[in-house]
């Protein structure tokens, strides 16, 4: 597709003039330059490289056109110094291409590289919350995919964008200076590679833009349809839906191939500009040289039209990077896309007050909070307060939608009330960051997150230091040594993807041993049996009965069955609002 | 190379498009000689004070200028055929096969990084086979240009050139071919540590784990590029090679204008030579880079073959049409999706048009392969499952499925509108039978305040409403269906007890001409059965209810 991508290129600068601009494009083009700055000494680096070349270039054809005009004289010798110098520039041109090369590899690493710990200090200052707001595989492809798109740009596009209008001119200048004519025709040509790219290049642009959107658009309903393939086979519609997908493709080339025939126009120019500028020299020159001239204006001749490639090399270069200019934009729009959350503090200073803990858990203590996801929305907490003495258990029940994972996420301090305070063990949340918070927390949510290593390690990150006696006693109150003489390799079973399989029940013990080994005070669950059946359901009940003991505990459940887990206070949400609070005896 | 066989065969049918655009690509390249060719001998004969004309030389930039606009036209056409087709026939052929098995398994990464796969096939006819052919029908015409000098030039030319555009592309062919599997298994952990790093971000949180994680991420990158810059390195030796071969070449070219391989009064076709040595080999010399890509494309074509082949055991397509009558019943079905592992053992049932069932059990128990023997997904290994008194196996797969439709928790919504969710490319449909089938899957109020209606855009995989929304309208999809069998696979996943519980409510005001297998994990008390069957270590039994 690289020269479909090529034709559209067009002078960007000239399409900014045209186009209105809106102010997320503004803050994205700040990105872009952001991103161009931070690159500049790599971009540079290769760009000066690349110049060097391009003299190394005007040497190496000047020495061909002298050793070409001699043998034209009729000297019939190879001039030795001139052909020693043209070896020794092809290698030179080699060895700077070579190093060229590499150049572009390492800078395009470092660039994704930098672009990625940006993206994750990003992530891990905006919290857990951003998954409320994009799904997860959509940040993961961001944080690979998606900038691992970019190394064309950083590694190619940068460069030549930097190099070629200097590269381009410098050729011309020197050409100018052996041969007056030559110069003027092959500036002349080069001249009019703007003014084709303006005339051809602003209508095609704004249609192929157009046109590569429709492609785009294209190409995700295919993978939506080959995701969805399994729903459309079994409703018995799948040859129905490719026939409409193979009709969808077809008009799609009719439009876009209308669209080429102008675009291609636009590349046929810069063919015009370079192969004119040839041929009117060859031609323009023969008055020069009728009836022999001298050997010095032959080599100048040779050394005009051998420069004529030369001067359109870094032309071409840029238009073939094309492709790798429109990754910027769509993944700069993509990281643009992300919400801007607020960032939560850094820990604080050491001499804080410390949350007190007794025998017995923590006290919670919530005054009044509120908190709204999104602007003009009604808000997902409503001047909520309640109160947990050390050792109580709460029951929280609702609708979906009444707030409860609202609340829990603000007591975990992925978020923090817009209004209202919250005081654990009497100290507010506020004063504290967001790492003393969860010091003083254990959660269980819907389904654990396995990941990809041992199930000793994926127990164990709860508390690193956790001595070996105090694993076998999270193992035992989880009740994970029931299955794990199931394991193929017990402790050191691989889990997460590509791994052994658990079921639903068996990783949720997963998160209670997590929670059995970091002993916190507070225990905050959110539906913990939610997905599983009434059998394991009970058995999961026994073991969080142990893990509730000199604990406060709030849980968050749809399912009857929690009921009699021994709960001293039951509280019932409805549209962000705490509808009901009772204390039992 | 075999595996490739039938992508050649897609290919095949757009031969004639496909061969115009490279006599296209090879003659435009001729004009590029003959330009080049006739620059260098009119100069020379100009240097020499020889009578000059010029008409083959303005000929020769005319006709580079037009054949190159052409040539990119009609690649570019061939190209766009050649792409749907491939898509098409990857579509069917995933249809046909492997795709409703896919359905019971969790398979969406697995299909999305297809997907990539299919769309790194676009370049192949481009990038590779177009550069590729022209270099091979350019060799002769170089070689036949260099004979007019002399034969050891044209051999050592034409050695070069066969160096240059062929072997050293095969060669870097093999290396990245050799090279795939170990740059993907860096990505694939890269990507792997990513997704545990983004989707694992509350456990890392409230674990403290923030900065193990992302130091464990930036490892697996490291390791991701350091793959991939040995591949670089390779690469960049590789084509500095070329460039020298080149050069090598160039120079060769210039000895035989100083009358090393033939007499130096020849200067002027010295010259002529040159020029066209010079234009072959610099049009060749980014070859072995085609060669890179080739080598990873064949993996990725490789993937997608292997993707449309049938997997074993899908059943045999039936000739009979579906029957008249609906009761289904099981005969002493045994089923496994590997046979050593049996998930369903001698299970006998029989569901009469128009009742209602529960399958209950813990997960993994099997319930979902009971969905997949009904659907003909897969077949029985023993026993039989009958439709209206006929054996499912005689029966048309594509009339059983209209007669049974399918609610799983797996059901795609596709990034479209609403209506085209609920049509599924199916026709006939008025509005009203639409809007009835969403006020049974009670969401039609909520379809009503949306200010476009039907036509409301739900996003990927409805990301613009909530799960629970989403369900409903895979739901009043299956509603929709006239088929007289509904299986609904949890379709409380997601929904919260009330929603549910009204949700399970409505089934029971269906009226009876519909038979319902719900399967479960757990009842909530509103649902109306006529049986209740629960399934436990493979065995199927009948509950009282």
């Known amino acids: 597709m690289e020269n479909f991508y090529s034709v559209c290129f067009s002078f960007p600068r000239f399409l900014c003039i045209c186009l209105p601009m809106k102010a997320d494009k503004k803050m994205l083009k700040g990105w872009v330059r952001q991103q161009n700055g931070a690159n500049r000494p790599a971009t540079m680096c290769m760009a000066l490289i690349g110049m060097c070349n391009v003299l190394a270039g005007m040497v190496l054809v000047w020495s061909l056109a002298s050793i070409l005009a001699g043998l034209l004289a009729g000297g019939g010798r190879l001039d030795a110094r001139w052909l020693g110098i043209f070896i020794l520039m092809s290698v030179v041109r080699v060895i700077l291409g070579y190093v060229q090369e590499h150049l572009a590899v390492s800078s395009g690493e470092l660039a994704r590289k930098r672009l990625r710990r940006e993206l994750l200090s990003r992530f891990f200052a905006q919290g857990p919350a951003l998954l409320r707001h994009q799904h997860s595989a959509a940040l993961a492809s961001l944080l690979t995919d998606r900038i691992e798109a970019l190394e064309g740009y950083f590694a190619r596009w940068l460069p030549a964008s930097a190099l070629w209008v200097v590269a381009q001119w410098s050729v011309v200048l020197v050409v100018f200076w052996q041969n007056h004519r030559a110069g003027l025709i092959l500036g002349g040509c080069c001249l009019s590679l703007p003014f084709f790219q303006a005339v051809f290049g602003i209508a095609t642009a704004i249609a192929s833009r157009r046109q590569l959107l429709a492609l785009n658009r294209l190409q995700v309903r295919f993978l939506d349809r080959i995701r969805g393939i399994a729903t459309i086979v079994l409703s018995g519609n799948a040859e129905k839906d490719a026939q409409g997908l193979g009709q969808a493709a077809d008009e799609l080339r009719q439009r876009t191939m209308k669209v080429l025939r102008l675009a291609f126009l636009t590349s046929a120019s810069t063919d015009v500009a370079m192969i004119v500028a040839l041929v009117w020299i060859v031609i323009d020159q023969r008055h020069g040289l009728m009836h022999g001239g001298s050997v010095a204006q032959t080599t100048s001749i040779l050394f005009a039209v051998l420069m004529v490639p030369e001067a359109f090399a870094p032309f071409r270069a840029l238009s073939a990077a094309y492709q790798d200019r429109a990754q910027i934009t769509s993944s700069g729009e993509a990281i643009q896309k992300l919400p801007t959350l607020p960032e939560m503090a850094a820990g604080t200073s050491a001499d804080q007050p410390r949350a007190e803990r007794t025998a017995r858990g923590i006290e919670l203590d919530v005054q009044g909070v509120s908190y709204q996801w999104v602007k003009d929305r009604p808000l997902a907490l409503d001047d909520v307060s309640f109160q947990l003495k050390a050792g109580d258990v709460a029951l929280l029940t609702g609708p979906s939608g009444a707030g409860k994972s609202t609340l829990i996420e603000m007591l975990l301090g992925f978020i923090r009330p817009l209004e209202g305070s919250i005081r654990l063990g009497g100290v507010d949340l506020q004063a504290l960051g967001p790492a003393e918070i969860t010091q003083q927390i254990s959660w269980i949510g819907q389904k654990p997150v396995i990941f990809a290593g041992t199930l000793r390690e994926n127990i164990m990150f709860a508390a690193p230091e956790a001595s070996e006696k105090q694993l076998q006693a999270a193992l035992e109150a989880s009740s994970i040594t029931g299955y794990l003489p199931l394991l193929p390799d017990g402790l050191e079973t691989r889990l997460g993807e590509g791994g052994f399989g658990l079921s639903g029940g068996q990783a949720q013990r997963i998160a209670i041993a997590r929670a059995f080994l970091k002993d916190a005070p507070l225990l905050i669950m959110d539906e913990p049996t939610a997905h599983l059946d009434p059998m394991t359901e009970q058995d999961i009940l026994m073991s969080l009965r142990g893990l509730l003991k000199g604990r406060t505990a709030l849980i968050s459940t749809h399912s009857p069955q929690f009921h009699n887990i021994g709960e001293t206070v039951r509280l019932t949400m409805e549209t962000g609002r705490l509808t009901e609070q009772e204390t039992l005896a | ?545």
């Open chain 2, 1 to 545: 190379m075999r595996q490739l066989q039938p992508l050649w065969n897609v290919w095949k049918a757009r031969g004639g498009r496909l061969l115009i655009g490279l006599v296209l690509a090879e003659l435009s390249v001729c004009a590029a000689f003959l330009l080049m060719g006739q620059t260098g001998s009119r100069l020379g004969l100009i240097a020499i004070g020889g009578v000059v004309a010029f008409g083959i030389l303005r000929f020769a930039g005319a006709a580079r200028i037009i054949l190159r606009y052409l040539e990119r036209l009609a690649t570019h056409d061939a190209t766009f055929r050649v792409l749907a087709d491939i898509r098409l026939w990857f579509y069917r052929n995933l249809a046909k096969g492997a795709a409703a098995g896919l359905g019971f398994r969790r398979s969406g990464d697995l299909l999305s990084r297809l997907v990539a796969d299919v769309q790194s096939l676009d370049s192949l006819y481009l990038r590779i086979l177009v550069p590729l052919a022209t270099a091979l029908f350019s060799l002769p015409i170089v070689i036949w240009v260099c004979l007019k000098g002399s034969l050891l030039l044209a051999l050592s030319i034409g050695v070069i050139f066969c160096l240059v555009a062929f072997a050293l592309p095969a060669l870097m062919a093999k290396l990245s071919y050799r090279w795939g599997p170990e740059l993907q298994q860096a990505q694939a952990d890269m990507n792997n540590q990513a997704l545990d790093l983004v989707g694992g971000m509350r456990e890392l949180r409230i674990f403290g784990q923030e900065d193990a994680a992302a130091e464990r991420f930036l490892a697996a990158e490291e390791a991701f590029y350091t793959v991939q810059r040995r591949q670089g390195q390779a690469m960049a030796h590789i084509h500095a090679i070329s460039l020298l071969l080149t050069r090598l070449g160039i120079i060769l070219a210039l000895a035989g204008c100083a009358g090393v391989f033939f007499p130096e009064e020849q200067a002027v076709m010295g010259i002529t030579i040159l020029f066209v040595v010079m234009t072959a080999l610099d049009s060749i010399v980014d070859l072995p880079r085609a060669g890179l890509l080739f080598g990873r494309i064949r993996h990725a074509a490789e993937r997608v073959v292997d993707a449309t082949v049938m997997p074993e055991g899908t059943p045999a397509e039936g000739t009979a049409p579906a029957p008249a009558g609906h009761e289904i019943e099981g005969r002493d079905v045994t089923f496994g999706w590997t046979p050593e592992k049996p998930v369903l053992q001698n299970v006998n049932f029989r569901l009469r048009a128009g009742e209602r069932a529960a399958l209950v059990g813990p997960s993994g128990a099997g319930k979902s392969s009971l969905a997949a023997l009904l659907l003909k997904v897969v077949a029985p290994q023993e026993g039989s499952i009958t439709l209206g008194g006929q054996d499912m196996a005689s029966i048309q797969t594509e009339a059983l499925r209209e007669q049974v439709a399918w609610l799983s928790q797996a059901s795609h919504l596709f990034d479209d509108t609403i209506r085209s969710n609920l049509l599924l490319g199916r026709e006939g449909f008025s509005d009203k039978a639409l809007w009835a089938a969403l006020e049974q899957a009670q969401i039609a109020d909520f379809v009503r305040s949306l200010p476009a209606g039907l036509d409301s855009w739900i996003g990927e995989n409805g990301s613009h409403i909530s799960g629970g929304q989403g369900r409903r309208i895979a739901l009043a999809r299956v509603l929709l269906s006239e088929a007289p069998v509904l299986i609904l696979d949890e379709p409380g996943t997601g929904l919260d007890l009330e929603t549910e519980r009204a949700f399970l409510a409505t089934l029971n005001q269906l009226d009876r001409s519909r038979t319902i297998l719900l399967i479960t994990h757990r009842l909530t008390g509103v649902e109306q059965l006529d049986h209740l069957w629960t399934l436990h270590e493979g065995r199927l039994k009948s509950q009282p209810l």
